[in-house]
């Protein structure tokens, strides 16, 4: 958390905000990604400013419900409002990513404002930021949101809007309570959030049972292309751009179907391997159980980062190639 000293600085800086703060997150902004950035812009409503969220590029489809999700700004979509937005803002808050380039098309711009950069973030390894709540044991930015309202001593603050968004992220980063970063803290956390109107029912069956007919045959495609590595206790999912125009992909689609790999009986690694629908590189997904670091092996073979037990990756090589790859890498790998 943020120093005493720190809190009461940005408390200073919230209050003596004249012009709209503005609240960034991620590309391919996913749950706590889109979580964090509403319930942070509620949060500060609250306090009686006025926040704007840009996010990079297009979310999915299953957090459009999310109260005021419509006045997400996508820059892609919307690079007037975004450099106005920039040229404005005093104040900036920076949630869920580590490093300007997780914001791709934003990351010049973010670089070059003047304004104070404040991070609230739990990857690893973060950039400098003016100020900077990193903290990689916490399972979602959404949590850490929570825990920053509650240092700044307004937890009455929270209402039913803010409560659903920051629950969201914490159901969504954690895989429905389930990661190992799934804390005693967690759950009080949520259980206040319950208490605050969060509705665990609607949440759920808005995020996870948001399945199209299109999604489901991806999904069949996916678990049909299941290689298993005994030896090695590994999965291997692939998914090919032509099923992905054949089954009308629409972004977000793929989300989560890595987890499926983990279900299998004795599984400690998943490789989830797609191409991508326009570019030519191959995106890989990483999940792991226990100690097998997903971060470190993505970072030394396959240009990517992120968690202990979830990561992702790249690859320029054409899919089968990058799966022969892995494969090889794997072979030399020590997986207990
Ligand atoms: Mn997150």
């Known amino acids: 958390m943020f120093s005493s000293q720190e809190l009461q600085k940005i408390r200073q ?13 991620h590309y391919n902004p996913d749950g706590d990604a889109i979580g964090s950035a509403l319930g942070m812009k509620h949060f500060l409503k609250k306090l009686g400013k006025d926040a704007s969220v840009i996010v990079p590029n297009e979310y999915p489809k299953f957090l459009k419900w999310l109260p005021m999700s419509k006045e997400i700004a996508i820059a892609e979509h919307r690079e007037k409002f975004t450099e ?18 997780r914001i791709n ?6 670089i070059q404002s003047p304004a104070v950069k404040i991070l609230i973030d739990h990857h690893q390894q973060p ?17 850490m949101v929570y825990k920053f309202i509650d240092a700044l001593g307004e937890t009455d603050k929270i209402d039913e809007t803010i409560a659903t968004c920051l629950y969201t992220g914490i159901l969504t ?42 999604r489901i045959k991806l999904l069949s495609t996916v678990l049909n292309s299941m290689e ?14 032509e099923k992905l125009k054949e089954y009308s992909y629409q972004k977000g689609d793929t989300d989560g179907f890595v987890n499926y790999g983990l279900s299998v009986i004795g599984v400690k690694f998943v490789g989830f391997f797609m191409e991508d629908l326009k570019q030519d590189y191959i995106k890989i997904s ?14 030394q073979h396959f240009n990517g980062g992120g968690h202990i037990n979830a990561a992702g990756g790249r690859s320029e090589l054409s899919l089968r190639e990058t799966v022969e790859k892995f494969k090889q890498i794997v072979n030399e790998t020590i997986i207990n």
């Not at 098309?105 to 973010?110: P, R, S």
């Not at 298993?228 to 751009?241: C, D, F, G």
């Open 228 to 241: 298993y590595i005994e030896e090695k206790k590994t999965v291997i999912l692939s998914l090919t751009r």
């Open 105 to 110: 098309n934003l990351e010049q711009k973010l």
């Open 127 to 143: 950039d400098e930021f003016d100020f900077v709540y990193s903290d990689t044991t916490q399972p979602a930015t959404c949590q």
């Open 286 to 299: 990483f999940r792991s159980k226990d100690d097998f670091d997903v971060n470190q092996f993505a970072r």
């Open 173 to 214: 980063d954690t895989g429905s309570f389930r990661f190992r970063n799934t804390t005693s803290e967690t759950h009080r956390i949520i259980a206040d959030l319950i208490d605050k109107g969060a509705q665990p029912d609607e949440i759920a069956s808005n995020v996870l049972d948001s399945n199209t007919p299109g």
């Open 84 to 101: 106005i937005a920039f040229r404005k803002s005093a104040l900036i808050f920076c949630l869920d990513f580590n490093t300007a380039f």
């Open 13 to 25: 800086l919230i209050n003596n905000a004249e012009s709209e703060i503005l609240i960034l997150t």
